[in-house]
């Protein structure tokens, strides 16, 4: 059983909470900043030094990171740097939309199943199908059957995750079930519906908002591997998997073109992951003395 | 335990079937006309038709669903709509390389991450527990094609030690093979190494915390006996569980992996099917994965009676 040194010490005087924080959680508050930066990033892109990132300058093409452009030009002599700043904002908007989405949808559907008998069977079946599919193969196969667009690439990741947060939630309300407090409130004739706002609910929240931290971070990766093979955002629009697919054929003689934006993805990704490991840590003391 | 294997064989049958019919609608709903395709540009609106009729396009879904699955089932995946070739044709000219990939990195990454792991939870708190997590936690940030291309950058750019990228098939030599296929390996088996990494040090730390440990450490085993035939082995259950599931990173990784490295199996094959939009190969290569992943977390299960003779057939 570790237990770490800074469960053990309790804060005498929070004097300074920031400091504080940050001694105890130097991983959770790096993350968190991380984050903050990379969300300041995608909102201000278009006052941080940026150049419109589609407009094409073919005299400057594949230039290399120098003083005016500082991350070089691609192939069309579009600003690098520029695109990525602005790249940020597809990864976030996928990372958050896909999160909340498929949580939501998730919860849904494991609260239904978790008290329903017919429709479990019915439903964990075709989510035990779709979790067979490795999740990234499933995108591809529903963005193959739209066109491109940030909207389509959010639906497709969200599809292809909410079996699994559906299986989480349906799992937890099993548990909460056989509970007494849950036992109490159903002989005490409480209204079904109450019973799943006011005892069953609340209790779903710290998994999942654990589980959603960890579907934002997969959500951006995802998104970066269809647009870097070409099924994902329309090619036109520079989020992060574009640019490197575009750099792709450059790589050997240019490889600015592939490592600053993949550079900003690990970063954003990286965060995004620590803050998920903070709140698990916070949330359920039990399963992070697990892991 | 053959009655065992029997029931978990038939449990993947109705989980098989919903992939089949995911798969089968894909192409049902697919935009586009297969038989306007196949008729080319000067065909009229009778050799449509009469093409409709050939393919049974004009049959019923489940009518069209039962055929296509009596295809499946005897190994016809239908035809390649930009190739004309059989799709099992062309998976099957490509099987070699994505093979060789996933199964190299799949026993490179267990046979590295779990030691690891058992380190890691053995000196728990140490400079060598973090080192572990830490790497383990960047595996999961860093996404395979980042890491590819800092691993050609690095390997075959700046110090031209390794091969840029390609395959060569076992046939022409063996140390080209392995030489190919070291830096995609890397790239593929990081998450899947982070991930069995951090489940080993999570399982081996509740299990070293038990009472039995401490007895077999009091009554003088080495800390080899103790940790071997005492921790890992019931520490096991959980890691071989994500052994299985995390086949599922290895399946989607190769897709990217073969796209950066030119690798000429079923990644590529995939990525050239959406750019062509060709459904016939999307479909197959979905159907062969997810058999192939759904085969791979059967013998999982199967395992745990090695493992842990509670587990009841």
């Given at each position: 059983m570790a237990v770490a040194q800074s469960e053990i010490?309790?804060?005498?005087?929070?004097?300074?909470w920031l400091g504080e924080a940050i001694r105890r959680h130097p991983t959770v508050i790096a993350g968190l900043a991380l984050l903050l930066i990379m969300a300041g990033i995608a909102i201000f892109a278009p006052y941080l030094g940026t150049v419109d990132p589609i407009s094409v300058s073919p005299v400057h093409r594949l230039r290399f990171p120098s003083e005016r452009y500082w991350f070089g030009t691609d192939a069309y002599g579009r600003d690098v740097y520029s695109r990525t700043l602005y790249g940020a904002r597809i990864s976030l908007t996928v990372g958050l939309g896909v999160a909340i989405l498929s949580t939501a949808i998730g919860l849904a559907i494991g609260l239904v199943t978790g008290f329903s008998r017919i429709t479990d069977t019915i439903v964990m079946r075709i989510m035990d199908g779709l979790m067979s599919i490795p999740p990234v193969l499933l995108a591809i196969a529903l963005m193959a059957l739209t066109k491109a667009s940030v909207e389509n690439v959010v639906i497709a990741i969200t599809i292809s995750e909410v079996p699994r947060v559906a299986r989480l939630v349906r799992g937890v309300v099993l548990s909460l079930r056989e509970q007494p407090f849950v036992e109490a409130a159903v002989a005490a004739g409480t209204p079904f519906f109450r019973t799943l706002w006011r005892h069953i609910l609340p209790n779903t929240v710290a998994p999942i908002l654990v589980q959603a931290t960890y579907i934002c971070a997969s959500a951006m990766i995802t998104e970066a591997v269809l647009s870097f093979i070409g099924a994902g955002t329309p090619p036109q629009i520079p989020s992060w998997g574009n640019i490197m697919a575009e750099g792709r054929s450059y790589f050997q003689i240019k490889p600015y073109l592939i490592i600053f934006p993949g550079i900003f993805l690990s970063l954003t990704v990286l965060a995004v992951n620590l803050v998920g490991d903070g709140l698990r840590d916070a949330l359920d003391p039990r399963l992070a003395r697990r892991m | 335990m053959l009655a065992y294997i029997l029931r978990r064989l038939l449990a993947t049958i109705p989980v098989m079937g919903v992939v089949a019919i995911f798969v089968f609608s894909l192409l049902y709903i697919a935009p586009g006309d297969p038989a306007a395709i196949i008729a080319g540009d000067l065909a009229t609106a009778e050799d449509i038709a009469r093409i409709h009729r050939q393919l049974g396009l004009d049959e019923p879904f489940f009518l069209r669903f039962g055929h296509w699955l009596w295809g499946v089932l005897h190994g016809d995946l239908g035809i390649s709509i930009f190739t004309n070739l059989p799709v099992t044709e062309l998976i099957a000219q490509r099987l070699e390389p994505t093979l060789a990939l996933t199964l190299m990195t799949l026993v490179v990454t267990v046979l590295f991450a779990i030691p690891l792991g058992v380190i890691a939870a053995w000196m728990v708190g140490t400079w060598i527990d973090r080192g572990v997590m830490i790497v383990a936690v960047m595996g999961f940030s860093l996404p395979s094609f980042v890491l590819a291309y800092l691993l050609i950058l690095g390997f075959s750019i700046e110090f031209d030690i390794l091969p840029v990228q390609g395959y060569v098939s076992i046939r022409e030599g063996f140390l080209p093979f392995i030489e190919h296929l070291i830096l995609p390996s890397i790239a593929l088996g990081l998450i899947y190494g982070a991930l069995i990494a951090r489940i080993t040090r999570a399982s081996m730390l509740e299990v070293l915390s038990q009472d039995y440990i401490r007895t077999a450490q009091a009554k003088g085993l080495t800390n080899n006996d103790v940790l071997m035939r005492h921790a890992l082995k019931n520490a096991a259950v959980p890691i071989v569980t994500v052994v299985g599931i995390g086949v599922a990173l290895l399946i989607s990784g190769v897709i990217v992996t073969e796209t950066v490295f030119a690798i000429p199996g079923i990644g590529r094959l995939t990525v050239d099917a959406i750019l062509r939009r060709d459904y016939p190969i999307i479909q197959g290569v979905i159907l062969l994965f997810s058999a192939a992943y759904v085969l791979v977390n059967l013998a999982v299960d199967i395992s745990y009676t090695l493992f842990d003779p509670r587990v009841r057939y």
């Open positions: 010490a309790a804060p005498v005087a929070r004097r300074n | -």
